[in-house]
């Protein structure tokens, strides 16, 4: 049985649209009242979900010190990490195994992504 990521955002409360074929957008606003897209998609056994941008591309000046903060960053992570885009914008990535999913595990991969969108939203001018 594919796995219903709507069913999840709608329980979730947010809304959420299929902007492509299995894959989905969310809107959501920071508690600084700044809004953000997350994107879920199911790939290979696993929902892949993604805040991007979280920060739009740093100068060039900036990425070493940037990359490095990241870096330090995600070793004290768990389910979520920083990575760079395509493009070069800081993403927050979060991927949960498809198989036997539940909600419990949606909702605080969710939670934890929010948490620390709100914490960089928050601290914009010094983080990282």
Do not use: K
């Amino acid at each position: 049985m594919p796995l219903n990521v709507q069913r999840y955002f709608d329980r979730y409360d947010w809304a959420a649209v299929e902007v492509e074929e299995g894959i989905w957008q969310a809107r959501f606003s920071s508690e600084t009242d700044e809004e953000f897209d997350l994107f879920a998609l199911v790939s290979n056994g696993w929902l892949r979900l993604a805040v991007t941008p979280l920060i739009p591309r740093p100068p060039a000046n900036e990425r070493p010190r940037i990359c490095q903060a990241l870096l330090e960053a995600n070793a004290l992570l768990t389910g979520a990490r920083f990575a760079l885009d395509g493009e070069g914008d800081v993403a927050l990535h979060g991927d949960l195994p498809a198989a036997n999913l539940s909600y419990a595990h949606f909702s605080a991969l969710l939670d934890q992504m929010v948490g620390l969108v709100n914490e960089i939203s928050a601290n914009r001018g010094q983080w990282p």
